[in-house]
């Protein structure tokens, strides 16, 4: 791989900066990004753009692919990448590309410092400080994001995410719903579980869930078919003997088909 990326100073404010594993993700997705628009197996892949996994990106930084898969969260949280998974690759775009390498040559740039640097204007300090607050303001909106505590059920949904490891929410209201409707069914059998045993129990389900081996519960796995396809699951879990906390997978499918029936989750 040959060239060159630009890197503006400015990176050592940046909030993942002293978080070393997150920042060496971020700096080899920039230097292993498209710098033009090509195409990849028929697959157009945009400037900005690249097409890998958790596996590549691991053995290329050198971190585990738990790491890399919590630093791509992290990234996303924060707006700095958009992730599209497919049973077969990940499409990730670098959504301030264009921010951070600004397509111009040398020379040009410094034909136009220099101009600016001799004829300052009216246009140009109210232009730069436009940009400055505008920079500020989606930096502090970040800021927010990231320091929202989520709630539980926000918990639950961030389980299913980890234990599928290239799982994308694409409506959070709807992941929401579906994983209230799976932690009521819960409580209702185990209401004096506390939260954290709650959690590891329903982590232990989701991975049980995810492991299935049929063909296309494997390749479509959500929070959604779980609900929509709880029958079908459970009855398949319910020849399992993997153990989670507080129940084991067995108990859970059981609960679910026993007392609800086929229609547990219809409203």
Known sequence: MEGWIKLHRKILEWEWYKD??????????????????????????????????????????????????????????????????????????????EAYQINEETNDQKTDQQTANKRPTNDQQTTTTKEYKKEKKEKNIRKEEANKSPDFIDSIVNCFVEEHGNYEVIIPGKEREMAGKILK??????????????????????????????????????????????????????????????????????????????DAFVE
């Open 20 to 97: 070393d594993k997150t920042f060496r993700v971020f700096i080899y997705l920039l230097l292993s990004a498209n710098f033009e628009n090509k195409k990849w197996k028929g697959i157009e892949v945009n400037r900005g753009q690249l097409i890998t996994g958790r596996m590549s990106i691991s053995e290329n930084v050198g971190i585990s692919e738990r790491s890399v898969r919590t630093c791509l969260n992290r990234l996303k949280t924060t707006s700095e990448l958009t992730i599209k998974t497919t049973n077969r690759y990940s499409l990730i775009t670098i959504n301030k590309y």
């Open 185 to 262: 069914i819960y409580k209702k059998r185990f209401p004096d579980a506390n939260s954290e045993e709650t959690l590891m129990a329903l982590r232990d389900y989701f991975k049980s869930c995810i492991n299935i081996q049929d063909a296309w519960l494997k390749n479509n796995m959500s929070l959604s078919i779980i609900v929509s396809k709880f029958n079908e699951i459970n009855k398949i879990l319910s020849n399992g003997t993997n153990k989670g906390s507080g129940a084991t997978d067995k108990e859970f499918a059981e609960f679910y088909a026993n007392r609800y029936g086929t």
